[in-house]
């Protein structure tokens, strides 16, 4: 089942964000206002939406930078590298306060724990096939995972903190339990994995892969729910609306929008991005797209309140809320106390 379409993405800017190849790029999640870009010529640079001048541009790097990543309050922001650092930014301070080093190839994807600050935990995963857990303050590497045959592609927290979830090149998806300090648990995508988010309010993972779909599994039994029909091209961005109740996904020249139990295309929307590296909703639920083509960044929007599954969330909500009891205007109250006294 599919909706017709409601409504087109716009670019909103395209600018040069690096003198040489961009090869990663970040919105920060809080404002969805922000954007911190990463490039061969080994800088980190930190931008305002809709400014074409960096509000920064971070030194520090001495090879290229793989991987980008704001912290959840925007305040800080990590990179890692092709010779396999990672470092650390204070933004305020416009200076590195962390250098971590510990992996033998590029690191590749990079995620702060949700429930500390930027220098307390994170976790890494590299071309070196290899996972690292980090206490920031410390400089120490806590835990090192080396279960994956080919090269990390993505890593993510579980929203309780108690999980890593990190997928490869193969398609292998396997489940952490920081606490225990092994796998629980392994899942399959049918190609290299892209992205992957869990639900806000309930334990499901969304799962997107050069296997050109998108997978749903149930995080308590680690069950495959639901898959969408295969997309012409690879799906590289995935994201569940704040409100859990449609998955976003993206790919070359789509958006679309999903419900899993069972699978049902809410809306598509049709843009002219090429594939986009990094994704956001605004807090006035925008959606923000990231697309790089050599060292060229392009900034791509869409009112998701302007689609289906918003517009028959508004409906519901209206038929649900009572009904609005009228108040006498000044003019009415005055006749009527008229009609009292007489």
Partial sequence: KTRTMTTRAVK???FYAHTATVNCCDVGSKSARVLVTGGD?????????GKRQPLMSLKGHQTEVDCVKFDPAEEGVAAGSRGGSLKIWDLREQKVVRTLSGHR???????????????????????????????VRKKTCMQTYRDHASPVTKIV?????????????????????????????????????????FHPNELLMALSSTGRQVQFFDM???????TTPHEQGNVESILFTQDGEALLSASQGWLRLWGWEPVVNYDMVESTWPSLTSVAISPSNEFIGVAKQSNVVSIYLVELNETAVFNASKKKQVQQSPPQV?????QQQQAQQQQQQQ
């Fill in 12 to 14: 909103l800017q395209e």
């Fill in 41 to 49: 010529d080994c800088r980190v640079n930190v931008w305002k939406l």
């Fill in 105 to 135: 190839a590029s690191i590749t994807t990079v995620d702060f724990h949700p429930y500390h600050d930027s220098y307390t935990y994170m976790a890494t995963g590299s071309a070196d096939t290899n996972i690292k857990v980090w206490d």
């Fill in 326 to 330: 009228q108040q006498p205007s000044h």
């Fill in 157 to 197: 927290h579980s929203p309780d903190g108690r999980w890593i979830v990190s997928g490869d090149q193969q398609g292998f998806v396997k489940v952490w339990d920081l606490h225990a300090g092994k796998q629980i648990a392994e899942l399959k995508a049918p190609g290299a994995v892209t992205d992957m988010d």
């Fill in 220 to 226: 308590e039994t680690f069950e495959l729910v639901s």
